[in-house]
């Protein structure tokens, strides 16, 4: 059993920016020199999310609506009484993504469905540069 992991700092917009992070924990898998095992995501920060999709623009906007009726950007937000900052809508729908993936690999490669692929989104009021990190576990 060995572990690899990596770190990589993406830029987003904010405002439920969707990036297709797939490509770069493949990367990852294929850098641990590890044929079978697991991959796990994760992204530091509690307006920022980890999850997959198909990566489709009606999708992204199926995805964003779907996040504005469950946690409306304009309702009341304890959060923002404390802190002023107007990002409570943020925090929740990250707490309601969860900020981490596990993603099997065998034989070097991601299992995972055909259309799908692994995205970060960035739900905060503004842009942010966020860090991902990728712990290759396996053998």
């Known amino acids: 059993m060995a ?11 904010g405002e439920t920016d969707i990036v297709d992070i797939t490509d770069y924990i493949e990367g990852s898998v294929d850098r641990s020199g590890l ?6 995501v994760f992204v530091g920060g509690s307006t920022a999310g980890i ?12 995805l964003r609506d779907a ?10 937000y304890a959060h923002n009484e404390r802190w002023g900052d107007g990002n409570g809508f943020a ?9 981490d993936i596990s993603i099997p690999f065998s034989e070097k490669k991601l299992i995972l469905g055909t259309w799908q692929q692994v995205i970060l989104v960035d ?13 290759v576990i396996g053998e």
């Open 3 to 13: 572990v690899y992991t990596t770190r990589v700092n993406i830029d987003t917009k």
């Open 35 to 40: 044929t079978n095992g697991t991959a796990t």
């Open 51 to 62: 999850t997959t999709i198909e990566f489709e623009s009606g999708l992204f906007q199926d």
């Open 67 to 76: 996040y504005e009726r469950m946690a409306p950007r304009n309702a009341y």
């Open 91 to 99: 925090h929740v729908r990250a707490s309601m993504t969860g900020q």
């Open 123 to 135: 739900f905060d009021n503004r842009p942010r540069r966020r860090e991902i990190i990728v712990q």
